[in-house]
């Protein structure tokens, strides 16, 4: 047993528990110190995970938990992602009645899922650790149950995600029985072979029941709609935590458990690829609500990622940590101040952002940047995240002409992509607002954690090598045969 | 004789009826039903291909069917819970009256 | 020291940001005092170069930037880059100058400004392809907000005509760059070394094609012009003349740097089919200019039939015909700015009119004599009249063109006729009309230009005739650039 090594997911699981016992012995003016205090354990935690060196992998629990490079790669990243969605919760939540202890404990279990996650080497913690997330998100997405808005997102997300569930675990099921174990590893090496119809029936049905958690086509259609209706933060932990965990899953499935299958699938696979591209960037255009647009634009960029899956190859993994951890700075700075420059109540309508450059320069500014580098237009991180992705396709179009096309087809999106993104820097800065409205005051925490997001977008972009290098090194410990 | 085929074609039929009922049902505790049916026909699924397989991986299956029906009574549980906050603003447990879903 | 240039630029674009001065003079001193740094700095290395004949690279800065990839930062300049920079550095400052009315948000005016020129200077000084792409894009976002924001006539239009129209030029570029870069093996995406490694041909016959034309969709190669006019109209003065001054240049500037010199094989297979495109840019824009009512439409469409003879003088591969492109480059940089700054600052400013029928029965040259004179002398330099940069540029074009393809070259003189047909035309409606439809001087009532204006026009119209007289001053530093080792494979194929 090397229990001490799920000591992060552990800590992040009793700092939730030890939060909602705490919360029943403190005063209603001091819960906000609470959310403090969760922040500054899961900071210390992040920076506990780097007493853990990358070396060679180690297992827990007979090998259903993995701790590699890229486990902990991605246990970084969702614990960066957790501290910034505690600290837009704790802004956020001074507009619910009550409940800010919870809210951030849901949160804290939520990234504990996703760290199970990212150490997932068997069906059953696969399962278990998709469900602690799934169903922490029901609740978080609802969170505002007097709003009718965040209730229907809560309904629709919990629906198609029970869907999806059941045919995670239904094909879960059907490669149990075609290969008569639940490990991810065969008893002939390292893949499960796709010897039988059932492991590649039940392998589709896995992929669907990821696909949900990615928002890939055609399993997108919670995105939207979630995204609007979700507290900001939620939707936040949301676009950067729960799709890195997703893609965590789908590149150990994929790559590691089932590479012969992701071979065999890789014209579908592509096709999934350009279909979300597609998709996302063509209904995002006329959106004019900015956490909606959001949401489309969340299914084009698990589009994009999914190009470093296609290549089947580690450079491509590496370019999809690379890029998550992009899109997570600038997803996440975009969700905070969806969740400061709006009244309680009001829709995040796009129009209501004009004006914003004179009620707070320091949002305005974030916004912009987060869209630029979403649009991925240089030096900002999101640029080269893209660069790396079509390096992989266009290489992989010398081999196979249908490569050619995908790359077509990403490229056309990232150029309709600019249309929506610069619609809404134009808005923040260029519109003339309908009537003037007061300034905005930004506290302390959100200011520096909207400050971590931003010196990340601006860093990685302009010195993309150490983030480079880690996602290297992260996407090495794949053990690709 | 009773082989694992038959399990299968059984699982198989509640998946297929879970689906339809998932798909076509408007109100939103049915809905719930018939995902709750979807995922005891792979709970069945896994526990026939437990014994199968013998007693150690078999042994694995059934604590994962224990799992997933815990799991699956606790999705239940948030999701009634929610279906009841709607109907406290809304009385109505019907998904249709949701305004319609923009594209 | 040229490699200031880019920093100068940023480092004031962020200075304006952060400091948003209340006082509009330091405003536009710091902008003016940042281009004006530009041009000196541009001046002074092109002034030194060549230092030695038999090394035409300065080495400006150098330094592993993503080394798992192979990516440098690679600053370097030769003489055709120095030609661009001091265009750059000449049309920044004329730019200010020009822009000293702008009143309406000017910290970010020109915050945008600075840093379309940084990006600008960027491109012309980068010999690592990466590099050189990190700043072509980054040029795109100051230009769009420059005409989204500032702009007149259906700017948004505009605006995003011109941002979609160099985002699908740069898409195209990216495949070609990531497909040489994986052929070449993946170990750099530096130019020179890409040269001389040099690419099958088969790759270079589909490779030239899709860099050539994503290059060139910025220069206005036809029948991908049309974000061109449209651009222009919208854009602010100072926008328009950096506009078709230097932008359409990053363009060609590109096609030479990127797409010739690393697939020379390639541009012999093309380059009937892309000098031809240039043939009917030049008769094209020349034609339409020709026709159009609107004053700006017609200097508009005049740039598209300016940059026809860069892309003909490109297409020729021959030291005479791609020095007088390069020649044409900083030649039209000049003239595109004058004609824009009287079009959209001198006239449009105080008249609120671009019609030309109105612009008839206005006498401008008595409102404005002073505009009149700039007027007439962009015109003239603009028709090639000798003695002005326009008519040594063309005339080398049109000589290297003899050598290469003597039908167009012959179509390339009948353009030069057509464009003085459409510029005296002009330059007669708008300034020279008879039927003053109101008294001379109730019109010109406090209307005199200002000095930012005189200023301005002055460098320009300085640098033009200069130029005309002395052509020895920038041929002497480009030629020695196309003798380099790695430009020569291009040429080669030229001489016949």
Redesign the interface.
């Known amino acids: 047993m090397n229990a001490i090594l799920t000591m992060p997911e552990m800590a992040v699981t009793a700092l939730a528990l030890g939060l909602l016992v705490l919360d029943l012995w403190t005063p209603a003016d001091r819960k906000g110190d609470l959310g403090i205090a969760a922040i500054g354990g899961l900071a210390l935690i992040l920076a506990g995970s780097f007493l853990f060196g990358a070396g060679a992998p180690q297992y827990a629990f007979g090998g259903m938990y993995v701790l590699d490079g890229m486990a902990l790669f991605f246990k970084r990243l969702m614990l960066g992602v957790g501290v910034v969605a505690l600290a837009a919760a704790l802004e956020y939540s001074k507009r619910f009645a009550a409940g800010t202890a919870e809210y951030c404990a849901l949160i804290l279990l939520a990234v504990s899922g996703m760290m199970w996650a990212a150490s997932a080497n068997h069906?059953?913690l696969l399962?278990?650790s998709v469900?602690l997330m799934?169903?922490t998100f029901?609740?978080l997405v609802?969170f505002e149950?007097t709003r009718?808005p965040s209730?229907?997102a809560?309904?629709?997300y919990?629906?198609l995600g029970?869907?999806a569930?059941?045919?995670l675990?239904?094909g879960?099921?059907?490669v149990?029985?075609g290969t008569?174990?639940?490990g991810f590893a065969g008893d002939s090496g390292p893949g499960l072979g796709t010897g039988s119809v059932l492991v590649r029936v039940g392998l589709a049905l896995v992929l669907a029941g990821l696909g949900f958690k990615i928002g890939m086509v055609p399993c997108q259609?919670w995105a939207?709609?979630v995204y609007q209706g979700a507290p900001a933060p939620t939707a936040a932990l949301l676009a950067a935590g729960s799709k890195a965990a997703g893609f965590a899953l789908l590149l150990r499935v994929l790559l590691e458990a089932a590479p012969d299958w992701a071979l065999e699938m890789r014209p579908v696979l592509m096709l999934i690829a350009g279909a979300s591209i597609l998709y996302g960037n063509l209904?995002a255009i006329p959106q004019r609500n900015l956490k909606?647009l959001l949401g489309y634009s969340s299914i084009a960029h698990a589009g994009y990622m999914l190009l470093g899956i296609v290549v089947l190859e580690r450079a491509g993994a590496a370019a999809i940590l690379f890029y998550l951890a992009g899109y997570a700075c600038a997803v996440l700075a975009a969700f905070l101040v969806a969740a400061l420059a709006f009244d309680p109540g009001e829709p995040e309508e796009i129009p209501a952002l004009a004006g914003l450059h004179r009620r707070s320069p320091y949002l305005a500014a974030a916004l912009a940047l987060s869209m630029?580098s979403l649009a991925g237009?240089?030096?900002l991180v999101g640029?080269f995240g893209k660069?790396l992705l079509?390096?992989g396709v266009?290489?992989a179009?010398?081999d196979s002409r249908s490569f050619g096309w995908l790359?077509g087809v990403a490229?056309?999106g990232?150029?309709t992509s600019?249309?929506y993104y610069?619609g809404v820097?134009?808005a923040i800065?260029?519109s003339a607002p309908a009537a003037e409205r007061p300034p905005i005051a930004v506290s302390r925490v959100a200011g520096a954690a909207l400050g971590a997001c931003l010196v990340g977008i601006v860093a990685a972009g302009v010195f993309?090598?150490p983030l480079?290098?880690a996602a290297?090194l992260a996407a090495g410990a794949l053990r690709i045969p | 004789m009773i082989t694992?085929h038959h399990y299968?074609a059984v699982?198989a039929m509640l998946?297929g009826i879970?689906l339809a009922g998932?798909l076509t049902r408007r109100n939103?505790i049915l809905?719930?039903m018939s995902?709750e049916l979807?995922?005891n026909?792979?709970?069945l699924?896994?526990v026939?291909?437990?014994r199968?397989?013998g007693w150690e991986?078999g042994s694995?299956?059934a604590?994962?069917v224990m799992?997933?029906i815990a799991?699956a009574a606790?999705?239940s549980g948030?999701?009634l819970a929610?279906?009841l906050?709607?109907y406290r603003?809304?009385r109505s447990a019907h998904?249709d009256e949701?305004?319609p879903?923009?594209? | 020291m040229a490699s200031w240039t880019i920093y100068l630029s940023f480092i004031g674009a962020a200075l304006l940001l952060a400091v948003r001065p209340r006082d509009m003079r330091w405003v536009r001193g710091l902008a003016l005092g940042t281009a004006l740094a530009g041009l000196v700095l541009g001046l002074a290395a092109a002034a030194r170069y060549p230092a030695d004949p038999a090394a035409p690279l300065i080495v400006l800065a150098r330094a592993r930037?993503?080394?798992?990839?192979g990516i440098e930062y690679y600053l370097a300049a030769d003489g055709i880059s120095l030609t661009l920079v001091v265009l750059t550095g000449i049309a920044s400052v004329a730019g200010v100058l020009f822009s000293w009315n702008v009143e309406r948000r000017a910290a970010?005016y020109f915050a945008l400004y600075l840093a379309l020129i940084g990006g600008v200077y960027g491109v012309f000084l980068s010999f690592d392809w990466f590099l050189l792409?990190?700043f072509y894009?980054?040029a795109?976002?100051p230009k769009?907000?420059l005409i989204?924001?500032w702009g007149s006539t259906r700017r948004e239009y505009g605006a995003?005509k011109l941002?979609?129209y160099s985002?699908?030029g740069s898409?195209l570029v990216?495949?070609g760059m990531?497909?040489a870069?994986?052929?070449s093996g993946?170990q750099t995406f530096n130019l020179i070394e890409l040269a001389r490694g040099g690419f099958s041909s088969g790759f270079q016959t589909w490779a030239f094609p899709v860099v050539f034309v994503g290059f060139a969709v910025l220069a206005g190669i036809w029948p991908l012009h049309t974000w061109a006019p449209t651009g222009h109209v919208a854009a602010p003065t100072a926008a328009s003349m950096l506009l078709a001054g230097v932008v359409m240049k990053l363009g060609a500037y590109g096609a030479l740097r990127v797409g010739m010199m690393l697939f020379p094989q390639g541009a012999m297979v093309w380059r009937p089919l892309f000098a031809g495109l240039g043939v009917i840019g030049i008769l094209y824009g020349a034609c339409v200019a020709l026709v159009q009512r609107d004053f700006k439409f017609v200097i508009g469409y005049s740039s598209v039939s300016h940059m026809g003879f860069v892309l003909l003088g490109l297409m020729t591969l021959n030291a005479t015909g791609v020095g007088g492109a390069v020649m044409q480059m900083f030649s039209h940089g000049i003239i595109a700015g004058l004609l824009f700054a009287v079009v959209g600052r001198m006239v449009y400013d105080r008249m609120h009119t671009r019609d030309l029928a109105d612009l008839e029965g206005m006498a401008l040259n008595r409102v404005l004599p002073f505009a009149g004179l700039t007027f007439a002398v962009a015109c003239a330099a603009s028709m090639g009249v000798p003695g002005f940069s326009g008519f040594i540029s063309e005339l080398l074009v049109v000589i290297g063109a003899w050598k290469a393809f003597p039908p167009l070259a012959v179509l390339a003189g009948v353009g030069i006729v057509a464009g003085a047909a459409y510029t005296l035309r002009v330059l007669q409606k708008s300034f020279f009309g008879d039927h003053p439809r109101a008294p001379v001087e109730e019109m010109g009532r406090g209307q005199g230009l200002t000095w930012p204006e005189r200023a301005g026009a002055v460098l320009l119209m300085a640098a033009t005739v200069v130029v005309g007289l002395y052509p020895s001053l920038l041929l002497d530093i480009i030629m020695p650039s196309l003798q380099a080792s790695w430009m020569q494979a291009m040429l080669k194929g030229g001489q016949g």
Request: charged content about 10%; proline content about 4%; hydrophobic content about 65%.
């Open positions: 069906w059953a399962f278990v469900e799934t169903v029901y609740v609802s149950r009718m209730l229907e809560g309904v629709k919990l629906i029970a869907l569930s059941a045919f675990v239904y879960v099921a059907l149990f029985g008569g174990t639940l259609f939207p709609d209904c909606r630029i237009i240089p030096p640029f660069f079509l390096k266009v290489l179009a010398f790359a490229l056309a990232i150029v600019f249309y610069f820097v134009r800065y260029w993309p090598s480079l290098e290297r | 694992a299968l699982a998946f879970g998932a939103s809905v719930l995902i979807m995922l026909a792979a709970n699924n896994l026939a291909f437990g199968q397989a991986q694995q299956a604590l994962w799992c997933a799991i606790a999705e948030v999701g929610l279906i906050a709607i603003h809304r998904l949701s305004p879903l923009k594209g | 930037w993503i080394p798992s990839l970010e792409f990190v894009e980054v795109i976002v769009y907000f989204a924001i995003m941002a979609l985002l699908v898409a990216l495949v990531l497909a870069y994986g052929v993946g």
